[in-house]
């Protein structure tokens, strides 16, 4: 069964409206923001990838479903596979780095052994408090709302076929990968200013479709505008195959949201404030689907927009 | 690495308090029960038990430790790995099934591919709310103290070792092990009158052995009175290796806990409303770790109290 048949069938159970139909980024609860994400060896993570980088990834990725609901990330329950010493006591390492990189307390969890040979699994509950106003879906985008992301899209790709030995390595694309960096002060900040968002973990393309579908909108995308790093644009020519293939990359970890253009001037101030870069990617209308743009030239959607789990 | 040894590096991380110094079932913050366990094939389920009953266990053994917790679960966040549609299907009807049981809703989640021929795992968290007088820990028994369990111990190990072709199956031992049942109303029931309370998932002894060491005092344990079903007796003599097999079996998932002796009639009115059995094993002393009797001589303790993950 692929993931999405299977969640269709979860949400036929999850009827609750704190589960928010399993079509958001975490359910809310008694002002509380709940998310839970897995990894798993072979499939999220490479088996010699450091310790240190895996307990990075899982708290990171978790956390930023929490940025993406304007969330404060306050504690977390892990889930864990034993394996042997010296690498868990450098998972432990890495997990009180990235747990006090972002303030955030370990509540407690499991720990399991796994059959011998078996690949390894660890799973992360995050929770936050939610925003004073409430933390907003995927699904709140309005057409003529303007639509933004967060840094730059591709690096963490980029990065992931460096650290397969594809390309030369560079160390800012290989740290987008080992290293995401949930954007939680900026999405606290600009929550009270957005209609709609989520965090681009599967692909931009990807997950502005779920956005658009959720919110009952067309996007319209203009591949032009899409954030490259100045590190991916070294060993990438600026053309439209490297936009695709940055906008159908995943691993980003940045925010994508919507907002009422007369909110932009306030967007662009808090994103100043806090060093975060921010970008209009392009605007939400009547309709359906997501319709890309190349300095104004319509482009056929990639077979791939992501990653399907 | 051991479970004990990895637990206990995670410890010197989880400084907060909500955390309880990873020594209770559950983390407690903001009047809300937090608590993770993952089962994995091989390891906690068999390769051939049903999907249903899977999902069975893994709702309740975190059901269990909110009733522990005297907590009233609210809903649960699912790690899900794929498998094949059917089994994935039934194991969404399981699902289903006992969420319904215990009035608990399906929050959220993720789901996830593992690698071919790799054993599942699957990680669940429950969210309760905390009982009005706070939730008990493991830590509160008191000298002087009478120490408590619910319902009748060794079934579900009994069970086990029908379901592996070692025992002719009857069908309580057998139910015991497939679908363990939280004591869920019992726990919110009697919280206000307990001082320690924990659940009943590694075997009676090892788990007394922590209440003991988490509150600084001696247990004493009469074998006499563990409580053991007709199921279990109709296929086991009742002498004292049956007593101390059924003490180390663990799955049970019944409540223990210590209380004021001037609190029993109470206990006892409150068990009887539920139609819950429950029974007096001994009492809580001055001193350290625990002491068995059995018919008034002492016990040498097992050198197995139950299962050491």
Redesign the interface.
Known sequence: ?S?A???A??R?????P???G?A?D??V????V???????????FLPDDTPQDIAWKLVAVNLSDLAAKGAAP??V?????????EW??AF?EG??LV?RRFGV???????????AG??R?F?L?A?GRAPPGGAPSRGGARPGDQIWVTGTIGNAGLGLAMRLGQEDANETCLAAYKRPQPQLTFGQAVVPHVHAMMDVSDGLLIDAQRMAAASGCAFGIMLESLPLSAALLAVRPDVLDTRLAAATAGDDYQLLFTADPAAAAAIREIAAGLNVMVTILGHAGVGEGIMLTHRAQRIALPDRLGFM?
């Open positions: 069964m993931e048949d299977f969640v069938r979860l036929s159970i999850a009827t609750d704190a589960a928010r399993l958001d975490a359910a609860m008694d002002g509380l709940l998310t839970h994400d897995m990894i798993v060896e072979g499939i999220h306050v504690g329950l892990v889930g864990y596979s034993l394996g042997d010493e868990d006591a432990v997990l009180d747990l307390i370990l509540l407690g969890g499991d720990t399991v052994r796994v059959p078996a690949p699994s799973g509950t929770i789990h």
